[in-house]
């Protein structure tokens, strides 16, 4: 299995507080990405990043922000939290080398309840 | 921009009975194309992928998909499903050339195996 740990695994917060989080993976990968998992819609893409500190917003943006200081780590924080956002969140990862490395691996989902 | 569109949001099959999982996609450029598995409370999975070549993919536990340009289509098949079928899966696109190397997903077919 690739090398990737999302934290906290679950987490039930209230509306209108701030929420991180964490995605870190020890496969030295370019790429990192954040989606959300809802029936229906499949995987949305919140944000990526590319790099070390370069990172841009995906389909589903608004609400949320990254931040990404060390290759291993990905950080996506709820500004302030609404119901709307209950959902799975999965980090995935890739490398970037090219069209042989289009594969995605995939941490095992953060389940977030807001109330 | 790309878009993937999952046929069918429910298959049920008995087992070994063969399937067929359909998906369609859209873009204004070449794509890659992948079909991800993913099991009960667990991340994502990849099963086969299309970059270029032969237009027959073959995947792991037996699946196989078939690219087709002219219907812009990429379905899934398995000539005789197990009951350890029964998951979520996925259709993706990849835009060749870029940047980000982002994956956008399809809502997901559920598959379900009966005895």
């Known amino acids: 299995d690739a090398g990737i740990t999302q934290s906290p695994r679950h987490k039930v917060t209230e509306t209108g507080t701030p929420v991180t989080l964490r995605c870190h993976q020890t496969?030295?990968?370019?790429?990192m990405y954040w989606y959300r998992q809802d029936p229906g819609h499949g995987l949305r893409l919140i944000h990526y990043?590319?790099?070390?500190?370069?990172?841009d917003k995906g389909e589903v943006s608004d609400g949320y922000s990254v931040s990404r200081s060390k290759t291993e780590d990905f950080l996506l924080t709820l500004e302030s939290a609404t119901s709307s956002q209950t959902s799975v969140y999965f980090c995935a990862i890739r490398g970037g080398g090219g069209s042989t490395d289009t594969e995605a691996f995939f941490g095992q989902g953060t389940r977030l309840t807001v109330v | 921009a790309q878009s993937v569109t999952q046929l069918d949001s429910q298959v049920p099959v008995f087992e070994e009975a063969p399937v067929e999982l359909r998906c369609n996609y859209s873009s204004s450029v070449s794509v890659y194309l992948f079909w991800y598995v993913q099991y009960p409370n667990q991340g994502l999975q990849l099963l086969l992928k299309y970059l270029s070549g032969s237009t027959l993919v073959k995947g792991i536990n037996g699946f196989e998909a078939e690219f087709n340009k002219s219907q812009t289509s990429f379905h899934l098949r398995k000539p005789s499903v197990h009951i350890s079928d029964t998951a979520e899966y996925f259709c993706a696109v990849i835009a060749v050339n870029t940047g980000g190397f982002k994956t956008i997903f399809g809502a997901g077919t559920r598959l379900f195996v009966k005895a």
């Open positions: 496969e030295n990968h370019r790429y």
């Open positions: 990043s590319y790099g070390v500190k370069d990172t």
